[in-house]
Antibody, heavy 121, light 109 residues
Framework: EVQLVESGGGLVQPGRSLRLSCAAS????????MHWVRQAPGKGLEWVSG????????GYADSVKGRFTISRDNAKNSLYLQMNSLRAEDTALYYC??????????????WGQGTLVTVSS | QSALTQPRSVSGSPGQSVTISCTGT?????????VSWYQQHPGKAPKLMIY???KRPSGVPDRFSGSKSGNTASLTISGLQAEDEADYYC?????????FGGGTKLTVL
């Protein structure tokens, strides 16, 4: 059974940093691209960032480019999102999502339950 | 990176068909056959319903179908059932990034 478990969310002040993690199990992690997708309270889905199976292709939404860094450790079956210079508008539930392919395409076939990030003073 | 345009809400009675549109540009929906659709029930994670414009993942009922014409993609749900009531999001490849639609709330009357 595919499982994606996010962690690392919490309350953080504007301008500070946070690192999210996603522990994956139930599939061959290094065969698939992975993504972070967020959802602000009561709002729609927003793609944040994605990384191909071998980290060869990486993409970011303009809203986080230069502030967030996605990475993966295939030996640890883990996905990460380093978030710097956080803003109030980054407040959201952050989902880790698995792609059905190794390439960076806009498909997400399994999702975690999300970790909540709240940016507030 | 503008969001794709979806109607805020659609509705239909059980057994009827509804279609949700998703309008983008030639840089996203119109430029690639990489469109997907997601269903999200309240408090739940999204579920992949359609990928590659019109393909259904295993386990998704064939009542759900996708299509595309020019810069607009569409999701059609036929034989509406009560459990189809949810939010639906389209998603498209746009070269170096991925973009979602704003979401459509489907109400089954």
């Amino acid at each position: 059974e595919v499982q994606l478990v996010e962690s690392g969310g919490g309350l953080v002040q504007p301008g500070r940093s946070l690192r999210l993690s996603c522990a994956a199990s139930g599939f061959t992690f290094d065969d698939y691209a992975m993504h972070w997708v967020r959802q602000a309270p009561g709002k729609g889905l927003e793609w944040v960032s994605g990384i191909s199976w071998n980290s060869g292709s990486i993409g970011y939404a303009d809203s986080v480019k230069g502030r967030f860094t996605i990475s993966r450790d295939n030996a640890k079956n883990s996905l990460y999102l380093q978030m710097n210079s956080l803003r109030a508008e980054d407040t959201a539930l952050y989902y880790c999502a698995k792609a059905p392919f190794g390439e960076l395409l806009p498909y997400f076939d399994y999702w975690g339950q999300g970790t909540l990030v709240t940016v507030s003073s | 990176q503008s969001a794709l345009t979806q109607p805020r809400s659609v509705s239909g009675s059980p057994g009827q068909s509804v279609t949700i549109s998703c309008t983008g540009t030639s840089s996203d929906v119109g430029g690639y056959n990489y469109v997907s659709w997601y269903q999200q029930h309240p408090g739940k994670a999204p579920k992949l319903m359609i990928y590659d414009v019109s393909k259904r993942p295993s386990g998704v009922p064939d009542r759900f179908s996708g299509s595309k014409s020019g810069n607009t993609a569409s999701l059609t749900i036929s034989g509406l059932q009560a459990e189809d009531e949810a939010d639906y999001y389209c998603c498209s490849y746009a070269g170096s990034y991925t973009v979602f639609g704003g979401g459509t709330k489907l109400t089954v009357l």
